[in-house]
């Protein structure tokens, strides 16, 4: 049984480049949601989301940044025109219900 | 705002001592309670959960809550080295989102061997 999966692992991008992050939830899970790591801060809720619908989109940046979770395939969080300050680790979870998360492996972005 | 607050640390203990990592949160109204662990470099893994007021046990690990303080601590029994990492307090949310996390910014716990 896979866990949540997130490719790429490390992601270099330079400034106003697009950086795309996978995220296949593990089997059987229908909600996802997108944490963001900054150095030396803590985990920050970016959104939720479940088949085809944001539930919860509070976290993200009001600008460049999206997310999508299709009916087939992984989520897919989304920067646009990125910028140093961006350079982060990104997490996804994913959960049957919405209690105990699980976290996958996380992408680190570095932007040049 | 919500906040979770933890010692930075670092925590240093020696192998087979306790070690008791602290964490207030701030919205009175939060229900769930989690632990988490995260080696470097790596992803957070959840090590306890805990809902209601008192201990719970699980192994080496012992979560508690206290509602009335906004309290919540772990205590790592029979400390190993390879429980060095940083351990993340996180709190849900009250209410409609009770999906979301509200995390700390980690405690770095060092076991000397």
């Known amino acids: 049984n896979a866990g949540v999966m997130q490719n790429p692992r490390h992601l270099v991008r330079r400034r106003g480049q697009e950086a795309r992050l996978r995220c296949s939830p593990m089997?059987?899970?229908?909600?996802v949601y997108w944490y963001r790591q900054l150095p030396e801060e803590g985990l920050k809720f970016m959104v939720y989301?479940?088949?085809?619908?944001?539930?919860?989109e509070s976290g993200m940046p009001k600008e460049r940044f999206s997310a999508e979770f299709p009916k087939e395939g992984p989520s897919i969080l989304r920067i646009q025109q990125v910028v140093r300050g961006d350079s982060a680790a990104y997490f996804c979870?994913?959960?049957?219900?919405?209690?105990?998360?699980?976290f996958g492996s996380g992408t680190r972005l570095t932007v040049v | 705002q919500k906040e979770v607050e933890q010692n930075s640390g670092p925590l240093s203990v020696p192998e087979g001592a306790i070690a008791s990592l602290n964490c207030t949160y701030s919205?009175?109204?939060?229900?769930?309670f989690f632990w988490y662990r995260q080696y470097s470099g790596k992803s957070p893994e959840l090590i306890m959960s805990?809902?209601?007021?008192g201990d719970k046990e699980d192994g080496r690990f012992t979560a508690q809550l206290n509602k009335a303080s906004q309290y919540v601590s772990l205590l790592i029994r029979d400390s190993q080295p390879s429980d060095s990492a940083t351990y993340l307090c996180?709190?849900?949310?009250?209410?409609?989102?009770?999906?979301?996390?509200?995390f700390g910014k980690g405690t770095l716990l060092t076991v000397n061997p």
């Open positions: 805990i809902y209601s007021n």
């Open positions: 996180a709190v849900n949310e009250n209410g409609g989102s009770n999906y979301k996390l509200t």
């Open positions: 919205d009175r109204g939060s229900q769930s």
């Open positions: 089997k059987g899970h229908s909600h």
């Open positions: 979870a994913s959960s049957k219900d919405t209690y105990g998360y699980t």
């Open positions: 989301l479940q088949k085809e619908n944001i539930i919860d």
